[in-house]
């Protein structure tokens, strides 16, 4: 890099120039954007660094800082999201929310008002650190422009350690355009947290004594040797693996380990039986609302014993008291599981995993559903003929609830989703998965309510040159809202139906190709012809309204409700 070569005195740069070249050094290779004209001098810094960083054009701040996280969760690094100060940075909020509850790494770059101009209520100014201070890991402010390359590395440090998450730096217009002479500044080499030889020990003399063990695995940045790893442990043992909810990516849903996913939506009977196990193994979880059932699942005093295994030490106990706190971070950790000794005989809980697996297949079997559409069949049939490293990236609404109960995620295969339940994430992170990974299959799982949030995210799609597949699950409502409304006021129907457009025309539009799915058997074909078109595409999968959840319809729920 121009500011940085050896033998050579340093040049000066513009502070947009040298953050565009933080971003080098750190090894960023794309960054998601909508402009704005509070960080033009980035935009030309990124534009001198175009051979080493792709600068991806995004239609909406949501959208772009989606794809950011999208990228961060399939990396490991950091996805990088840069936008403009006021509106911009508020519309990215939602994306920084989702990255700190997924424990997802992103840099966040906001452009800033002139520094001279603070506190005045200048022309979209927000105080950033109040603005973010509740849902980020850090915020800053760059007011010198010699401390660039410092304060971005800590952002990718601060980003990637611990517990991973979002850290947003601002920085003013004044501060790009001031010219300086300082070094860039490269990654940090640092060494993982491992866990003790003696916590391994202590772990497995708790497994020794277990009669009904469960392994919950969740959290993020796990490389796929980890995951191998930590499979091969599981398995080895016969123990028995739920995944934490959105985490159906780091264990093989299909071998006879697999107990389900603890979630929204979870199984009743892997509710109940994960009450009844005696040791939990909390790999990489934090054990949050979704996965405890509303801190339902477990007491808080530790009545189960629970082996916690968490890089955040704050995070261990903050909510269940461990039995045993285990402060790792998860690569090191599946590294220290390999090390250790295989088992002697199979354990003697065979027949408690065997139950768990086989309560998972029964739940999964699709039921004879009304209407000329089963989808539970139709997914259960596209799941034969999906690629085994395809990338799933679902939305937020109770058709969630379909692919989490009837699909099975391959060891391979990826499955991304916002853990706060935020709507409109599929569409951008499918984008920006796709963009990531241009060679794999990338299907992104929205509802009709979801998809007109961010849909017009496509387009980005079409800029970029990739194709996912979208599969829009149209049944004319807010879904969830819905469910809750009959359960807590039947037949009072208020705010929660919607009018759509023909969503296959919407992608056609574009130059995309549509797809309509109504009955039995279309959906494979339609998913082929989609991929065959090789155009970004939407297969509209027309669901009954009646059919609300996959375990109940509207006049189900009304009639529960009454009977309350």
Request: charged share 20%; glycine share 10%; net charge negative.
């Amino acid at each position: 890099m121009d500011g940085m070569k050896a033998g050579s005195q340093l040049k000066e740069r513009t502070g947009g120039q040298i953050l565009a070249d933080a971003l080098v050094a750190q090894g960023v290779t794309h960054a998601f954007c909508v402009p704005g004209e509070s960080y033009l001098d980035v935009l030309d810094g990124l534009y001198v660094n175009s051979d080493r960083i792709e600068l991806v054009t995004c239609r909406f701040e949501a959208g772009a800082v989606n794809m950011a996280e999208a990228h961060g969760k399939l990396t490991g690094r950091p996805g990088v999201a840069l936008v403009t100060r006021g509106p911009g940075a508020c519309h990215a909020a939602i994306g920084v929310h989702i990255a700190m509850q997924d424990s997802t790494p992103l840099v966040l770059i906001v452009g800033q008002i002139p520094f001279e101009e603070t506190d005045r209520e200048s022309f979209q100014e927000v105080d950033y650190r109040r603005m973010f201070g509740s849902v980020a890991k850090w915020v800053t402010q760059i007011d010198d422009a010699a401390r660039i390359p410092e304060l971005m590395a800590h952002a990718f440090d601060v980003a990637t350690s611990g517990r991973p998450g979002p850290v947003v730096v601002a920085i003013s217009e004044e501060m790009q355009k001031r010219r300086v002479a300082v070094p860039d500044i490269g990654p940090a080499n640092i060494m993982a947290a491992h866990p003790s030889p003696a916590a391994m020990q202590q772990m497995l003399d708790m497994l020794d004594h277990a009669e009904r063990p469960l392994v919950v695995l969740g959290g993020s940045r796990w490389s796929e040797q980890t995951r191998r790893r930590v499979q091969r442990f599981c398995v080895a043992r016969n123990l028995p693996v739920a995944v934490a909810f959105r985490r159906q990516s780091l264990f093989d849903c299909r071998l006879p380990n697999y107990a389900g996913d603890l979630g929204v939506g979870a199984d009743a009977g892997l509710v109940a039986r994960a009450k009844q196990a005696d040791l939990i193994l909390a790999l990489g979880t934090r054990i949050g609302e979704p996965v405890s059932q509303g801190y339902t699942l477990f007491d808080m005093a530790g009545a189960t014993p629970i082996v916690h295994v968490y890089p955040d030490q704050a995070e261990i106990g903050r909510v269940y008291r461990p039995a045993l706190g285990i402060t790792a971070e998860m690569n090191a950790f599946a590294e220290a599981l390999e090390a250790l000794p295989a088992p002697q005989a199979p354990a003697r809980w065979a027949v408690w995993t065997q139950d768990l697996h086989a309560a998972r297949l029964k739940q999964a079997e699709a039921p004879d559903y009304e209407g000329p559409l089963n989808l539970a069949r139709e997914l259960q049939a596209l799941e034969k003929v999906l690629p085994d490293d395809t990338i799933f990236t679902c939305d937020a609404g109770n058709f969630a609830t379909w692919p989490n109960r009837f699909l099975h995620v391959a060891e391979r295969q990826e499955f991304l989703g916002p853990t706060n339940g935020a709507m409109g994430y599929a569409v951008p992170s499918a984008i920006g998965a796709k963009i990531t990974f241009p060679d794999r299959c990338c299907i992104a799982l929205v509802g009709d309510g979801g998809f007109l949030m961010t849909g017009q995210e496509i387009a980005t799609a079409f800029q970029a040159g990739v194709a996912p597949v979208v599969m829009v699950f149209n049944n004319g409502m807010y879904g969830t809202i819905r469910m809750y409304q009959e359960r807590a006021y039947p037949g009072r129907v208020s705010g929660t139906k919607l009018t759509n457009p023909d969503f296959s025309k919407f992608i056609e539009s574009f130059g995309g190709h549509g797809e309509l799915v109504q009955r039995d058997g279309e959906l494979v074909p339609a998913f082929q012809r989609a991929v065959a078109s090789g155009k970004p595409a939407v297969i509209e999968v027309r669901m009954n309204p009646e059919q609300v959840t996959n375990r109940a319809t509207i006049a189900q729920l009304r009639a529960q409700a009454t009977k309350a």
